[in-house]
């Protein structure tokens, strides 16, 4: 099966700028997230999605940050306006879960885009 | 609240030496425990995994046993190669919650 495509791979911007990452998750996967990589530190979840519902967004800076999935299947992550210590890897990353087992269900990431804003 | 400890990287092993990468835990309930590794240019990919205690997860020569007595799940491999360098991540996920990672430990392999 195809995994879980996202685009761009590297984006190098100014801060002040606007920017935004897209993911392609599993087909018939049912949920979605988006995570955060600081260098050298474990990914940390910015927002969860059922199909189309955010039902996680704890830790999305609201002010700049922002998701969206349509139709439930493709995700946007934007931010706007970038700031110096936006530079991570966004990792997007889906999963099948269903039922009362989901927190079994692992999660499949993609490759990520690197982010350096500058 | 919930959270992952691993030990400190980097770790360089010779190729043949045996691995350990250590882990432990803190969670309310009985969190399910993953081992992710991410090989260089790559995403994380799911090793293995374990759901109740006593329980052990077992891939590509690696292993890790829940502990629910010392909260630990420790990965193992009695044989390492130059291909398993990657970083290792400790995981654990709640009913209902969100998959918490440790910081990572990064593995090198000398031929």
């Known amino acids: 099966e195809a995994g879980v495509v996202q685009s761009p791979r590297y984006k190098i911007i100014e801060k002040k700028q606007p920017v935004a990452f897209w993911c392609n998750p599993i087909?018939?996967?049912?949920?979605l997230y988006w995570y955060r990589q600081n260098l050298g530190q474990g990914p940390e979840l910015l927002i969860r999605?059922?199909?189309?519902?955010?039902?996680?967004d704890s830790q999305l800076p609201k002010d700049r940050f922002s998701a969206e999935r349509l139709k439930g299947v493709d995700s946007t992550l934007k931010i706007q306006p970038a700031e110096l210590g936006d530079s991570a890897v966004y990792l997007c990353?889906?999963?099948?879960?269903?039922?009362?087992?989901?927190?079994?269900?692992?999660?499949?990431f993609g490759n990520g885009t690197r982010l350096t804003v500058t | 609240g919930n959270s992952v400890t691993q030990m400190e990287g980097p770790v360089t092993l010779s190729e043949e030496a045996f691995l350990t990468i250590n882990c432990t835990y803190t969670?309310?309930?009985?969190?399910?425990l993953f081992w992710y590794v991410q090989y260089p240019g790559e995403g994380l990919q799911l090793l293995l995994k374990?759901?109740?205690?006593?329980d052990k997860g077992s891939n590509k020569g690696f292993e890790a046993t829940y502990r629910k007595e010392t909260t630990s799940f420790h990965l193992e491999k009695g044989s390492v190669q130059v291909s398993d360098s990657a970083v290792y991540f400790c995981?654990?996920?709640?009913?209902?919650?969100?998959?918490?990672f440790g910081q990572g430990t990064e593995l090198s392999v000398k031929p």
């Open positions: 087909s018939g996967h049912n949920t």
């Open positions: 374990a759901t109740k205690a006593d």
């Open positions: 999605y059922e199909n189309e519902e955010a039902v996680d």
């Open positions: 969670a309310t309930g009985y969190p399910s």
């Open positions: 995981a654990l996920r709640n009913q209902g919650g969100k998959l918490i």
């Open positions: 990353a889906s999963s099948l879960e269903q039922g009362g087992s989901s927190y079994n269900s692992p999660l499949h």
